[in-house]
């Protein structure tokens, strides 16, 4: 039989009781909640039934004297990430961390000597790389049925919130670039498929508390000319598309909804040929009068094929959900990662893959040129 891995949970607010914890209870084959750990008392009470038998500590130096843990999942505030991980891995044990991996670049060079030093200890909770709309996304685009890719839209749109805990504060580098950004750029990122040639970037704070961005609107342009328009905005109340796709053959939309992709593209039979412009009188008509063009139709189901899908930490049968009661997100990379513990595949995010995001983050930012302001109403 393999390896069960005891893992402690840090940090025991919203991530590390509704999602870390729930995720890794559905995996009771390859995971044992095995601990818990945060310094405020409050957070150490009335948790999930999937604690009832994880040791809560108060502190993360008390838990990494446990020898039996093998991992600790990370669920702590955005700066603390990393010297977190650095406690954990310097305990001999394995971090997983989430986003956002690292808050600026000095961060990223600490993880990069603590991987030299801690070789295949350091993995990224990147789950919405394993996302099945976007994962059916990737197996369209390479299919070719799109032909090659001018444009990827990335929208996310979670309701009109006005927040004020503290990831909207600029001093705990909160805001929602940090809170959402990494799980969507590291998703342009592998859409772009090409280093990046320009980046644009706007962050606004419209309505929400603290002094943090509550809208993201960021333009990466790549080496091979693909456009990608990633959108985040906790003010829009009609929420738009989740992905959009234009192919020089043809587009792919998922609505917000999540529950299906609808394709239009051109018959393979269709090839085009040289159309040069006609400078004189043209028939009255818009288009290529002398050009019938012919399309493919589809409607796709979202499938979920591995894992689970999670609203507020409880699990829905299918990939489905109501963006107005939170939104759903996989825990498959809790699968990968254990093909990965076992020798049975290799981890597909890697610190590599960290690295861009937070390099692409950094970049952006300095280009929106934000300076956190508390609004005045």
Known sequence: ???????????????????????????????????????????????????????????????????????????????????????????????????PFAVNMEQVSQL????????????????????????????????????????????????????????TLAECHGGLFNNWGPHFVDQALQLLNSPVKDIWCSLQHHIGGGDAEDQVKLILTGENNRIIDLEISTISTIPGHFYEIWGKRGSLVIDNTGKEMKLRYLKPEVKFTRLDGVKENFPLVYGNPNENLQFIEETRPIVQTRGHVLQRGKKLDQVEGDWSKGYTYPDTMWYYLYQALTGQGEYPVTLADGVAIVETMAKAKKVAGFTPSVLEF
């Not at 005891?6 to 590390?16: E, Q």
């Not at 505030?77 to 406690?87: E, F, I, K, Y």
């Not at 000597?113 to 990737?138: H, M, S, T, W």
């Open 112 to 167: 990069l000597e603590a991987d030299k030093k801690y070789p295949g200890k350091i993995f990224l909770r990147c789950n919405r790389r394993f996302e099945p709309a976007f994962v059916q996304i990737r197996e369209v685009i390479d299919s070719g049925i799109l032909g090659e890719i001018a444009m990827v839209k990335i929208y996310r749109h979670p309701g009109f919130v006005r927040r004020c805990d503290w990831q």
């Open 1 to 99: 039989m393999d390896k069960k891995f005891r893992v402690g949970i840090l940090g025991l607010g919203r991530a590390g009781r509704f999602m870390h914890g729930p995720e890794l209870a559905l995996f009771p084959g390859f995971f044992e909640i095995a601990a818990a750990c945060d310094h405020a008392a409050d957070r150490r009470e009335n948790l999930p039934e999937v604690f009832a038998n994880a040791k809560i500590y108060s502190s993360l130096a008390e838990m990494l004297k446990d020898d039996s843990l093998d991992i600790i999942t990370i669920a702590t505030r955005n700066g603390d990430h990393v010297p977190h991980a650095m406690q954990v891995l310097e305990a001999g044990k394995m971090a997983v961390i989430d986003k």
